[in-house]
């Protein structure tokens, strides 16, 4: 009787060895003003998970441009650290390539908005054009690691900060051996391998103007990052402001596009270009995409329609209950 409990008892534990999920480690966060997860398998999952989190909490204070102590706060002329230059210098780097559609100096317009306070306000024609004066990323000197920028201006690294700590978090989890993961900093989704099974992640792609997504993108192993209108925005006399702004006219970008996603290897460059092409709208973005292509990307108009570039088009499926929308491939 007892050797029967016995092996019963090893049964059991041979059994509960097996169904619990191999080195899985899972964390709910918050941090640079967003909710955070990170759900991740294999190797040191659990030290990877919890350097990862220390490391984004460090990039939140460095990089924050409303945190007084930040390196970023009323920089002129300064020497920063290395993430801090690193990350200005990727900014001014796509803001050239953008045309000044992502600008790391639109902060003083940006705040005159109230989006940095959540006082929102509409300023005059005049505050706006006078705010400008003050952006312009050219002007904007970077020498090793010491910035220099003209009085009145400032640097916020809004747009692309989530994508540069989602790409730290992936290296650290790496680092520490994790196979399989799934990072969500805020909506700013970088997955690590397939899932542990070996299937794709499949990631909802949000609806823009409602609830709920519009479908699923099956992919792995890249980053997904969704700029959008719904976001962050206030109403004034029955007209939408939203919280990008196009840096040619100082105001909220209103171009048609509800949400712009971008699909490619690093976290950053995600980050950078929803945000930039958000401001660019569907025509020059789809241009922008012919003449790089080192990424996708998924365009929701106010049109009702969805423009998928050739690379995911296959990857994404329309869930049911939007039939309505009209899934275009683009190439
Ligand atoms: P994202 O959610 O990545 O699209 O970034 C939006 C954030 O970037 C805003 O909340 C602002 O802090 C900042 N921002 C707004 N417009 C621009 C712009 N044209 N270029 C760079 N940063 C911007
Ligand atoms: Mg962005």
């Known amino acids: 009787m007892k050797t029967k409990i016995f092996l019963l008892i090893i049964l059991c534990l041979l059994l509960t060895a097996c169904s619990s999920a191999p080195d899985e480690y899972a964390q709910d966060f918050f941090a640079m003003d967003t ?7 294999g190797g040191n999952a659990e030290d990877g998970v919890k350097s990862a989190m220390r490391r984004i909490s460090e990039l939140e204070l460095k990089l924050s441009v409303t945190n007084k102590n930040s390196e970023l706060y009323a920089i002129n002329r300064g020497e920063v650290g290395e993430d ?3 990350l200005v210098k990727f900014a001014l780097d796509i803001a050239d390539r953008t045309g000044g559609a992502l600008d790391p100096t639109i902060y003083p317009v940006l705040r005159a908005w109230g989006f940095t306070t959540d006082e929102y306000r509409v ?6 054009s006078a705010l400008l004066e003050n952006v312009g990323h050219e002007r904007v000197k970077v020498d090793g690691n010491t910035i220099s920028t003209d009085e009145g ?5 809004g747009a692309v900060a989530k ?5 730290e978090t992936e290296r650290i989890l790496r680092e520490n051996g994790v196979t399989s993961a799934l990072i969500n900093l805020g909506g700013n989704i970088q997955l690590v391998g397939s899932k542990p099974d070996g299937t794709d992640w499949r990631l909802g792609v949000k609806d823009p103007a409602g609830d709920g997504n519009i479908g699923v993108l099956t992919v792995s192993d890249c980053a997904v990052v969704t700029s ?10 029955g007209k939408v402001y939203c919280h990008i702004i196009d840096p040619s006219s ?3 970008a209103d171009n048609g596009l509800l949400s712009v996603t971008i699909v490619a290897d690093e976290g950053r460059l995600c980050d950078a270009l929803s945000t930039a092409l958000f401001v660019m709208g569907e025509e020059r973005a789809l241009e922008f995409w012919r003449e790089n292509k080192n990424f996708d990307v998924i365009l929701i108009t106010d049109n009702a329609e969805v423009l998928i570039t050739e690379g995911i088009a296959d990857k ?9 929308l009209k899934v275009v491939t683009v190439n």
Do not use: V, W
Not at 123 to 128: A, C, K, M, R
Not at 163 to 167: E, I, L, N, V
Not at 228 to 237: I, L, P, W
Not at 316 to 324: I, T, Y
């Open 35 to 41: 909710f955070m997860s990170i759900t991740a398998y």
């Open 84 to 86: 801090t230059a690193e």
């Open 123 to 128: 300023p005059s024609p005049e505050e706006i």
């Open 153 to 157: 201006m400032m640097l916020d690294l």
């Open 163 to 167: 994508g540069y700590a989602g790409d």
């Open 228 to 237: 959008g209108s719904y976001e962050r925005y206030f109403t004034a006399d």
């Open 250 to 252: 100082g105001y909220p």
């Open 316 to 324: 994404f499926q329309l869930d049911g209950s939007h039939k309505n």
